[in-house]
């Protein structure tokens, strides 16, 4: 379970471009729920997920684990709990270690490191087994440079990696958004696998808000820092893209269009 | 070349195998360009020379210089990510006090040990030559030292640290502790170099406050030529190769300086020695653009 209470986050703090990022954020997120979290640029999205990842400390307010507080623990104090992918294909694998080494540091995730061998035959075992699920031919090519895959391959070993170690929640920052269509279905497809397979607490931002309804069973979006609308159940079951909309004018209150194209499109 | 001039030869190219090593670690490994080598050579061998002359025992001595050159790694290491210091700024400024401490650790200039025992003392029992011996010896050192520091990357934090250096925020998303990887890379970095130069002045019989300058470069040529023979992924061949490429260059430095047509004097070593490095890291990137120009050419 994840719990944000009235989480605010300021950055350049008591200067001119003070920006503030989030704006009381109170999110309670029950073990198991997949939330995908839609809002236009700077609406405070990654903020929210960079927050409670512990990339970024909250100015207020408190973040839960179950029911340890980690508002103060850093990013990699909360790797135990938390795994992730990140937008950026490039960003999630080391180009210049080898597929296999890239897994075993995802295999090693919120372990101390100890002076055993960080590769060995049992692991490669498990590595092949999990590369074989992507079909990409992988799982021949264990000592290949990272460097060497494309973006949809490293982005697909980087979702496998998230999942090498056993973890509660699993925060999707846009993953398909650098992909190319066929690719993010993929990716989305074996996203969901392996989200029902571990049964997590997924965040998965996303930009489209046609992705946004038909993942998850919840649905916020925020803006200008704030959650405007928070939907699940029967009522998200029956809304398309159109309501959401709608409900976006509604909640903004103040006649502005929403000008985010990217909202709109994708798929 | 005479065979007393090539094993002289070996002896210097095992034990800048060593400093390679050492700046393989920084340079590669971490992504941290670190000049506190120059210092921390001398560092390491002017603490030996000291503790030696003062009577120590010859390894312990040797031990305590290495763990002093590892500390002032760590120096630059906290300068850089306490404070947020350049990395090569970080460095210089270490290099530079450590000029004066390596001074301060001597009392003089240079401290000479050629009546002193050494850690080859023990040795000279077996009656081996000691120009055989020393080279043996310093083979011996640099061959051990890379078997470790392969064996040190293979680990699971060695794994760790090459994360850090290549992408630090997935380092992080999986809990690796990136600031601690840089210390601990910078001690074992320094702390070999050390080590390096508390084998010189054991086996050439003097510590030097001017020894270290240009240790930088030396390494970066060693690790540079022995990079371009090898186009491999394995890292024990890689750390080898440091030893290789060391010995490649000694070599090849001092023909050119014995050669007698090309009218080079001892003195001239630096100039040979940044040439050379500049060659080499030259060379890779003109060799893709005469590639990619044929290419073209065959295109059209």
């Known amino acids: 379970m994840i719990r944000c209470e009235n989480l ?14 989030l704006r009381g954020v109170d999110l309670t997120i029950p073990s198991g729920e997949f939330v995908t979290v839609i809002g236009s640029n700077g609406a405070g999205k990654s903020t929210l997920l960079n927050t409670i990842a512990g990339d970024i400390e909250s100015t207020r307010g408190k973040i839960l684990f179950a029911d340890r507080d980690v508002t103060h623990l850093p990013a990699t104090g909360r790797t135990k709990d938390i795994a992730r992918v990140f937008q950026d294909p490039l960003a999630g694998t080391c180009g210049n270690l080898t597929v296999e080494e890239n897994m075993a540091l995802a295999y090693g995730r919120g372990k101390r490191g100890s002076l055993s061998f960080a590769l060995n035959d049992n692991l490669r ?3 092949k087994e999990q590369l074989s699920r992507l079909n990409l031919g992988l799982e021949n090519r264990l000592s290949a440079e990272m460097g ?12 496998l990696m998230s999942a090498l170690q056993p973890s509660s929640i699993l925060l999707l920052d846009e993953h398909t958004a650098a992909l190319d269509p066929k690719t993010a279905a993929l990716i989305m497809d074996i996203t969901s696998q392996i989200i029902k397979e571990k049964q997590l607490t997924v965040m998965m931002v996303t930009h489209s808000m046609r992705q946004a309804l038909d993942h998850g069973s919840r649905t916020i979006m925020l803006h200008e820092g704030k959650i405007i609308f928070d939907l699940s159940g029967d009522k998200r079951a029956g809304y398309d893209v159109k309501d959401l909309l709608q409900l976006f004018a509604q909640a903004r209150n103040d006649g502005e269009e929403l000008d985010d194209d990217k909202l709109l499109l994708g798929e | 070349m005479s065979l007393f001039a090539f094993l002289g030869t070996l002896e210097i190219g095992f034990i800048y195998g060593l400093v390679a090593m050492g700046v393989y670690l920084t340079f590669r490994i971490l992504d941290f360009p670190d000049l506190t080598v120059d210092g921390s050579f001398t560092l390491g061998a002017a603490v030996t020379a000291t503790l030696i002359v003062l009577g120590y025992n010859p390894y312990l001595s040797t031990l305590l210089g290495t763990l002093a050159a590892a500390s002032a790694g760590i120096v630059t290491a906290w300068l850089n ?8 700024l970080a460095s210089i400024l270490t290099m530079t006090a450590l000029y004066t401490i390596n001074l301060r650790v001597m009392g003089k200039p240079n401290v000479a040990l050629i009546m002193e025992p050494t850690m080859l003392t023990p040795f000279e029992a077996f009656g081996i030559p000691a120009m055989y011996m020393k080279v043996i010896f310093v083979a011996f050192c640099a061959v051990i030292g890379g078997l470790l520091v392969a064996w040190f990357l293979n680990t699971q934090y060695g794994l760790a640290m090459r994360a850090v250096g290549s992408n630090k925020r997935m380092a992080q998303a999986n809990g690796i502790v990136v600031n601690e990887k840089v210390y601990v890379g910078l001690a074992l970095s320094n702390g070999l170099v050390g080590l390096a130069g508390a084998l010189f002045a054991q086996t050439n019989g003097f510590a030097d406050s001017t020894m270290g300058i240009g240790t930088i470069v030396v390494g970066l040529a060693a690790v540079i030529i022995g990079e371009s023979l090898f186009a491999t992924r394995s890292i024990l061949v890689i750390v080898m190769s440091c030893i290789v490429g060391s010995i490649l260059y000694r070599v090849a430095v001092s023909m050119a300086l014995n050669a007698d047509f090309l009218g080079f004097q001892a003195s001239d070593l630096n100039l040979l020695t940044a040439v050379l490095v500049a060659l080499a890291l030259v060379f890779p990137k003109l060799r893709r653009e005469w590639k990619a120009k044929k290419a073209k050419g065959e295109r059209v």
């Open chain 2, 81 to 88: 990510l306490r404070f947020n210091i350049l990395h090569l």
């Open chain 1, 8 to 21: 605010h986050v300021t950055f350049n703090h008591g200067l001119p471009t003070e920006k503030l990022a």
């Open chain 1, 125 to 127: 075992k498990i590595f």
């Open chain 1, 148 to 159: 060497l895959l494309s973006g949809g391959q490293r982005q697909s070993v980087s979702l």
